[in-house]
């Protein structure tokens, strides 16, 4: 059984070939749509939800091979990804939305909101990168990259080494490694987390994602130059730097983008510091909304 918080309502929806699940709360406002990153669910936003909801409808879903969505045999790339999003949107009947993503999300909600703009209102960005403008140097084990990209991108390795082990990976190394917050992410958060990728084909939601980041850099930036945004843009930084400040002043130089950066916290910010978080998405909410 998936966690759950109060005033959160469960739902699914069938699209592009999968069923999608998301959570729902708040009754007014406009709509922000939440995007979790890698080793996450929709559950990375469980501290946030209540801060936004106050103002907001605020939806969090669960990726396609993620969490308590469908993971059957189908493509898992950002192209996907994206249209699952647009057809969610489309169903739900609250576009546009304030699209917000994290992490791994990055390619997928750069898409939607660059080839449909009708569907967003801006664009959040945490902690995030994109193919074509250097998020493929993380694979770089050679100069200070992460390991674990080449692991999850190649086909099978992940549930080779990893099934049966979930729990120890995101404790010990993913959160573990990553977070500059003690006690931000508990081991209820691990234990939620752990039960998703522990389902059969738990990785490859995770495992899609990574092998589309390693090559899709050059249509992504070709995309960047085609479709430029015409929406505002928060880049929202912590634990890798000016990473996703620097990103969206290239990939989106045509828009609006304003940059915040919460120091002394790691990659995982939605867990570390819902309250900092909460009030710089509210802040640039507000402001896109008075426009």
Same mark, same amino acid.
């Given at each position: 059984?998936?966690?759950?918080?109060?005033?959160?309502?469960?739902?699914?929806?069938?699209?592009?070939?999968?069923?999608?699940?998301?959570?729902?709360?708040?009754?007014?406002?406009?709509?922000?749509?939440?995007?979790?990153?890698?080793?996450?669910?929709?559950?990375?936003?469980? $501290?946030?939800? /209540?801060?936004?909801?106050?103002?907001?409808?605020?939806?969090?879903?669960?990726?396609?091979?993620?969490?308590?969505?469908?993971?059957?045999?189908?493509?898992?790339?950002?192209?996907?990804?994206?249209?699952?999003?647009?057809?969610?949107?489309?169903?739900?009947?609250?576009?546009?939305?304030?699209?917000?993503?994290?992490?791994?999300?990055?390619?997928?909600?750069?898409?939607?909101?660059?080839?449909?703009?009708?569907?967003?209102?801006?664009?959040?960005?945490?902690?995030?990168?994109? /193919?074509?403008?250097?998020?493929?140097?993380?694979?770089?084990?050679?100069?200070?990259?992460?390991?674990?990209?080449?692991?999850?991108?190649?086909?099978?390795?992940?549930?080779?080494?990893?099934?049966? &082990?979930? &729990?120890?990976?995101?404790?010990?190394?993913?959160?573990?490694?990553?977070?500059?917050? /003690?006690?931000?992410?508990?081991?209820?958060?691990?234990?939620?987390?752990?039960?998703?990728?522990? &389902?059969?084909?738990?990785?490859?939601?995770?495992?899609?994602?990574?092998?589309?980041?390693?090559?899709?850099?050059?249509?992504? $930036?070709?995309?960047?130059?085609?479709?430029?945004?015409?929406?505002?843009?928060?880049?929202?930084?912590?634990?890798?730097?000016?990473?996703?400040?620097?990103?969206?002043?290239?990939?989106?130089?045509?828009?609006?983008?304003?940059?915040?950066?919460?120091?002394?916290?790691?990659?995982?910010?939605?867990?570390?510091?819902?309250?900092?978080?909460? &009030?710089?998405?509210?802040?640039?909410?507000?402001?896109?909304?008075?426009?």
């Amino acid at each position: 059984m998936n966690a759950t918080l109060p005033g959160v309502t469960h739902h699914h929806a069938e699209v592009n070939g999968t069923r999608l699940h998301y959570a729902a709360a708040g009754t007014d406002g406009s709509p922000i749509l939440l995007v979790h990153g890698f080793p996450e669910t929709w559950w990375t936003f469980h $501290k946030l939800i /209540p801060l936004l909801a106050r103002s907001h409808r605020v939806f969090a879903v669960d990726l396609r091979g993620f969490g308590d969505s469908g993971n059957g045999p189908g493509e898992y790339d950002s192209a996907t990804f994206a249209e699952d999003l647009h057809l969610l949107i489309e169903r739900l009947g609250v576009g546009p939305v304030h699209l917000t993503g994290q992490d791994i999300s990055g390619a997928t909600v750069f898409r939607v909101a660059a080839t449909r703009p009708e569907d967003v209102l801006s664009l959040t960005a945490i902690e995030m990168g994109l /193919p074509g403008f250097g998020l493929e140097a993380l694979a770089d084990v050679t100069r200070g990259g992460a390991w674990h990209i080449g692991l999850l991108a190649a086909p099978g390795v992940s549930e080779l080494l990893l099934a049966g &082990r979930e &729990r120890e990976y995101l404790a010990d190394f993913a959160f573990g490694t990553m977070t500059a917050t /003690p006690g931000a992410v508990t081991d209820a958060d691990v234990e939620e987390f752990a039960r998703t990728y522990a &389902r059969p084909d738990g990785w490859r939601g995770a495992s899609g994602l990574y092998r589309s980041m390693l090559r899709e850099g050059a249509e992504i $930036k070709a995309l960047a130059g085609t479709h430029a945004l015409t929406v505002p843009v928060l880049a929202v930084d912590a634990g890798g730097g000016p990473f996703t400040a620097d990103t969206m002043s290239r990939a989106a130089a045509g828009a609006e983008v304003t940059s915040v950066s919460l120091d002394g916290v790691g990659h995982y910010v939605a867990l570390e510091a819902p309250a900092e978080l909460a &009030r710089a998405v509210l802040d640039f909410a507000a402001n896109v909304d008075s426009l």
